[in-house]
């Protein structure tokens, strides 16, 4: 039976909620996954050379592969490839859909295959352009890495364009566990880098990347899918695509060349501002991702609903309750990051005692500076739907861009001999954050007093905020306890740290339910509500 409803889990998900627990569940394990892997690289790192900073060399080799497959696939899956996919496989004409799908991989791939040849036997001359802080012995390693990297598009390519099929015929659990084979190859990368150094790791991607695909073959197999090359150049099934991917495009290139542009002032700070950013950037957008990119991606439908049926009110009052959601769960949140910040980085960076007092103290800096603006964030990702809604695509791209400017100009200032360092990067992509929220907000025309006042009226704003500075106080106690809690069990400093922050989150969010619940607030009654459906 048990082995039977395994195999069940590779075959079609016939119910939305199915999907959905399945894709929340594998987003879940994936990001628990990648913030291990971040912990065992930055560990085996810093055991082997005592520092994080040939990290640096590491993440910048991605950026220009990363940069290209953002540019020809990735603003293709999600703006066209699959909504085009999803409306064939809905006709039940399979020879098309996979003649189609064909035809697509085959085009992709073949782009991607000319892009790569051609970044190949330029990079020597990009490398030194964009990261001129290096040394030359960081730029030629850098290089070294970043041409063997070349090989991960190639795969992600086939991979992503695979998920795209699978999810239009309602297959989920195969392409959910993609992300979890390429964590892990990853991770037993990592672990080897004491014995082979640093580039074991970027064979590690390029196994993990081939993994992402491999998990998937298996169910296009049994779903009929057999490979024939199909050219699509001129095709006018990719001309539509084409089309319908500038604008995502443009948005994605937009963050990659701003990152680019971040990597490259970070060459000139101290060693491993890079490798810092990077591995702070991933910890604060784990719950952005979690939390808030869950909650636009499944209001998106609701969105759209009203405004087919011109139910202005509704939507307004959707948006609203939506924004007041994330203001009740990011407040909160927001404090316990801030609070526990220390505590959170030693035990993600510093685990062992790796890495040095400086490096830590730049990484708590950069992550506090990030964490300020997690709200914001969340609010883009949420906002930003109500306008795809409205089939308005190329404002919230205009808005990005301006967001995207601004950083920049900030990143420019604070970075300055006598500046901010590192934390002056992730300072300014709080600001750029802020100011891309601002922008959707103010052009959306919606009335404040949908954020401020919930569906009775009631001014819920208040009772949030206040709850949050009494749970922040809650927050503060518990770290100044539990320290002598953990000297009790005889625990390291490590364990320590896993301590204080287990305590803190849990009594923290025992008393900001009791608040939640004592003050009736909609949020609380919304999620409890949920929880009472699925139970039953």
Same mark, same amino acid.
């Given at each position: &039976? ?17 999907? *959905? ?59 066209? !490839? ?72 190639? #795969? #992600? ?23 979890? *084979? ?66 995502? @495009? !443009? ?77 009740? !769960? ?44 997690? #709200? ?20 919230? @791209? ?7 400017? @601004? ?6 200032? #604070? ?58 106080? *809650? ?9 002598? !809690? ?6 390291? *400093?490590? &364990? ?8 803190? &989150? ?31």
């Amino acid at each position: &039976m048990a082995i039977n409803r395994l195999s069940g889990l590779f075959h079609k998900s016939s119910n939305l909620k199915q999907a *959905v627990g399945i894709l929340f569940v594998t987003v879940l394990l994936s990001n628990v996954l990648g913030l291990l892997r971040n912990v065992i690289i930055a560990n085996r790192v810093g055991v082997t050379f005592g520092t994080i900073g040939p990290l640096d060399n590491y993440y910048a080799a991605f950026v220009l592969p990363d940069l290209l497959y953002n540019i020809i696939i990735v603003g293709a899956l999600s703006s066209a !490839i699959l909504p085009l996919l999803v409306q064939i496989n809905e006709e039940g004409d399979d020879k098309k859909f996979w003649k189609t799908f064909n035809m697509l991989l085959s085009t992709g791939f073949t782009a991607i295959v000319l892009g790569l040849v051609f970044l190949y036997f330029v990079l020597p001359a990009l490398i030194p352009v964009i990261y001129p802080g290096f040394s030359a012995e960081d730029q030629q390693f850098t290089l070294s890495l970043s041409r063997v990297l070349l090989l991960s598009p190639l #795969f #992600f390519t086939v991979s992503q364009l695979s998920t795209s099929a699978l999810q239009a015929k309602k297959y989920f659990f195969a392409p959910a566990l993609a992300p979890l *084979v390429y964590n892990l190859a990853i991770i037993s990368a990592a672990l080897l880098i004491p014995e082979f150094g640093l580039s074991v790791l970027v064979f590690g991607v390029i196994l993990g990347a081939a993994a992402h695909f491999l998990i998937q073959l298996p169910t296009l197999f049994q779903l009929g899918w057999r490979f024939n090359f199909e050219s699509g150049f001129g095709n006018e099934v990719v001309r539509k695509v084409l089309k319908l991917m500038i604008p995502r @495009t !443009i948005a994605l290139t937009s963050t990659q060349l701003l990152l680019l542009v971040f990597y490259r002032i970070g060459s000139h700070l101290r060693d491993g501002s890079i490798a810092i950013y990077r591995l702070t950037d991933d910890l604060q957008t784990a719950p952005v991702l979690l939390l808030a990119n869950t909650l636009a991606m499944a209001i998106l439908p609701d969105f759209a609903r009203h405004i087919a049926k011109n139910d202005t009110a509704q939507f307004e009052e959707l948006v609203g309750k939506a924004l007041r959601l994330l203001l009740y !769960i990011f407040l909160p949140v927001t404090a316990f990051l801030l609070i526990y910040r220390w505590q959170i980085i030693s035990l993600y960076i510093e685990v062992g005692h790796s890495i040095s007092e400086a490096e830590t103290a730049m990484a708590v800096a950069t992550f506090t500076n990030f964490v300020i603006s997690l #709200f914001f964030q969340g609010s883009v990702l949420l906002l930003a739907r109500a306008y795809f809604a409205r089939s308005d695509t190329w404002r919230p @791209t205009l808005y990005s861009l301006i967001a995207i400017g @601004t950083a920049l100009v900030f990143a420019l200032f #604070f970075s300055r001999p006598d500046g901010f360092g590192v934390s002056g990067l992730s300072l300014a992509f709080s600001i750029g954050s802020f100011v891309n929220a601002s922008l959707l907000w103010l052009n959306l025309g919606l009335p404040i007093r949908v954020i401020l006042r919930d569906f009775n009226n009631n001014y819920n704003f208040l009772p949030i905020a206040v709850g949050t500075i009494c749970t922040a106080l *809650v927050f503060v106690l518990v770290r100044h306890l539990s320290p002598i !809690i953990a000297a009790q069990l005889g625990a390291g *400093v490590s &364990m320590t740290n896993l301590v204080t922050i287990m305590l803190g &989150m849990a009594v923290g969010a025992v008393f900001y339910i009791g608040w939640s619940r004592a003050f009736r607030l909609e949020q609380w009654s919304l999620v409890a509500s949920r929880a009472g459906k699925n139970d039953a």
